[in-house]
């Protein structure tokens, strides 16, 4: 099994809604995950778990709150989002933090819409 | 800056035939470089991987380059399929693990 599990597919909250992506991975992998796509443009990476702990933070607005409950769970909390943050949201594991070799499995993604 | 330029930005070849599509990265303190396949609206897959001192790397009709002295890689498609049609990203890793992805390159292959 090398999949990497997102829910929802499509997600449109207000901006005064709170929402929460899931994702989820029963690959053993301990390094997780997020990825944010606009149309067109490459993913842009926004946070790192390693062993459940954040490990790289893109600077990413407090609006985005990520959540690790266990090695198979990665959570992206949304709240007060604006228009701007409409886009495709990617969830990824691998083996171990990206240092080296190891693959990279991205699931679906998750379509956002913010109204 | 860390920089990732692919070229082209989109090529139309004939199914059967091969291409070749072109990375140039900036990405330091470089370990390793991914090439990815995306379709639209779909989770990019993974075609490569090569660390710095890998030259080449196959994967079925896949075979990817990687020069780390003049920090360019390439990626060959051979005998082309209408499935190959997506979008082809280069993503070169630092030494933290985190990959810069390019903007790929759109691949549409046409009967």
């Known amino acids: 099994d090398t999949e990497v599990t997102q829910t929802p597919k499509h997600l449109v909250m207000g901006m005064t809604n709170k929402k929460s992506l899931k994702c989820e991975q029963h690959m053993g992998h301990r390094a997780m995950y997020w990825y944010k796509q606009k149309a067109k443009k490459p993913p842009e990476l926004m946070f790192v778990y390693s062993y459940e702990k954040l490990s790289i933070n893109e600077s990413v607005p407090s609006r985005f709150s990520p959540e690790c409950p266990n090695s198979s769970l990665l959570n992206l909390h949304l709240h007060a989002l604006q228009p701007e943050d409409s886009a495709l949201y990617l969830c990824a594991s691998s083996h171990q933090q990206a240092t080296s070799g190891n693959t990279i499995y991205f699931g679906e993604g998750s379509w956002l819409t913010v109204v | 800056k860390n920089q990732v330029e692919q070229s082209p930005q989109s090529l139309i070849i004939l199914e059967g035939k091969n291409c070749t599509l072109q990375?140039?990265?900036?990405?330091?303190?470089?370990?390793?470089l991914r090439w990815y396949k995306q379709d639209t609206g779909r989770g990019p897959v993974s075609l490569t991987i090569?660390?710095?001192?890998?030259n080449t790397k196959s994967n079925g009709r896949y075979t990817a380059t990687l020069d780390a002295d003049t920090k360019q890689s390439s990626l060959h498609i051979t005998a082309s399929q209408l499935s190959d049609s997506a979008s082809y990203i280069c993503a070169p890793g630092d030494s933290w693990g985190k990959l810069q992805f390019g903007a790929g390159t759109q691949v549409v292959v046409t009967p």
């Open positions: 990375c140039n990265y900036t990405v330091s303190p470089f370990s390793n």
């Open positions: 090569m660390t710095f001192s890998e």
